[in-house]
C-alpha cells in the first residue's frame, strides 16, 4: 500500500500563484509515475500533471501547459506542482495519485489517490 497526502491548496486570485505538495509513503518503491488529477464540481476527474521520480519523464494536460509545473524528489518521497497564472477555470479539488507504471496518464492506470487538498481561483 502506498499512502498519499497533499498539501497546499487554497484561495487565490487569477493571475496568482499556488504550490501543491504531495508526500508519499509506505511502498512507494513500487511507484513509477507520480501525477496530478482535479475535479471541479459537476465533472468528471481530469488528468492535470505526471512525472517519474527523476523528472525525466512528465506529461501535462494541453490546458496548464506552460502554466504548471511537476517536480518529484524521490530522495523525499514527495511531488509538487507549482500552479502560475490560475484561472478561475482551474479551481477544483486537486488529488494526487500514484501508479506502477512510467508515463501513465489515464485515472485508471492509477492505484492510490490522496484525499484532495480544494484550490480556489477567484476573478
Known amino acids: 500500500q502506498v499512502q498519499l497526502v497533499e498539501s497546499g491548496g487554497g484561495l487565490v486570485q487569477a493571475g496568482g500563484s499556488l504550490r501543491l505538495s504531495c508526500a508519499a509513503s509506505?511502498?512507494?518503491?513500487?511507484?513509477?509515475?507520480m501525477g496530478w488529477f482535479r475535479q471541479a464540481p459537476g465533472k468528471e476527474r481530469e488528468f492535470v500533471a505526471a512525472?517519474?521520480?527523476?523528472?525525466?519523464?512528465?506529461n501535462y494536460a494541453d490546458s496548464v501547459k506552460g502554466r504548471f509545473t511537476i517536480s518529484g524528489d524521490n530522495a523525499k518521497n514527495t511531488v509538487t506542482l507549482q500552479m502560475n497564472t490560475l484561472k478561475p477555470e482551474d479551481t477544483a479539488l486537486y488529488y494526487c495519485?500514484?501508479?506502477?507504471?512510467?508515463?501513465?496518464?489515464?485515472?485508471?492506470?492509477?492505484?492510490?489517490w490522496g484525499q484532495g487538498t480544494q484550490v480556489t481561483v477567484s476573478s
Open positions: 495519485a500514484a501508479a506502477g507504471r512510467v508515463g501513465v496518464i489515464r485515472r485508471e492506470s492509477y492505484a492510490y
Open positions: 509506505g511502498r512507494t518503491f513500487t511507484v513509477s509515475t
Open positions: 512525472t517519474n521520480w527523476s523528472g525525466r519523464i512528465t
